[in-house]
């Protein structure tokens, strides 16, 4: 079994900024993971993508957060991260990490991180 760890959420005021951290608790590649990514779920909503980024650095975002949030990697940690600045209101929701292997139908979430933007 895997586990995904997140850290990093909060209250933060508009115009601010977090940083998500999400660690698997083993190795991606023997786990067969070729993507790793955030979604987020605000309430009454569905849980959508935010950014993904694939093995060879292939990155994907909403277009709502293109130019203010940032995903990368560390595999020698098996993590990902989720650079967000200039953060907005509507940004309010819990935000998930996920890795998976689609083609192969594997994937994996987890608990979850509150993120609130408010004044």
């Known amino acids: 079994q895997v586990q995904l760890v997140e850290s990093g959420g909060g209250l933060v005021q508009p115009g601010g900024s977090l940083r998500l951290s999400c660690a698997a608790s083993?190795?991606?590649?023997?786990?067969?993971?070729?993507?790793m990514g955030w979604y987020r779920q605000a309430p009454g909503k569905e849980r959508d993508l935010v950014a993904l980024?694939?093995?060879?650095?292939?990155?994907k975002y909403a277009d709502s957060v293109k130019g203010r949030f940032t995903i990368s990697r560390d595999n020698a940690k098996n993590a990902v991260y989720l650079q967000m600045n200039s953060l907005k209101p509507e940004d309010t929701a819990v935000y998930y990490c996920?890795?998976?292997?689609?083609?192969?139908?594997?994937?994996?979430w987890g608990q979850g991180t509150q993120v609130t933007v408010s004044s």
């Open positions: 980024m694939t093995n060879d650095y292939t990155t």
């Open positions: 996920n890795a998976a292997r689609p083609s192969w139908g594997i994937e994996y």
């Open positions: 083993r190795s991606i590649f023997a786990i067969n993971i070729d993507t």
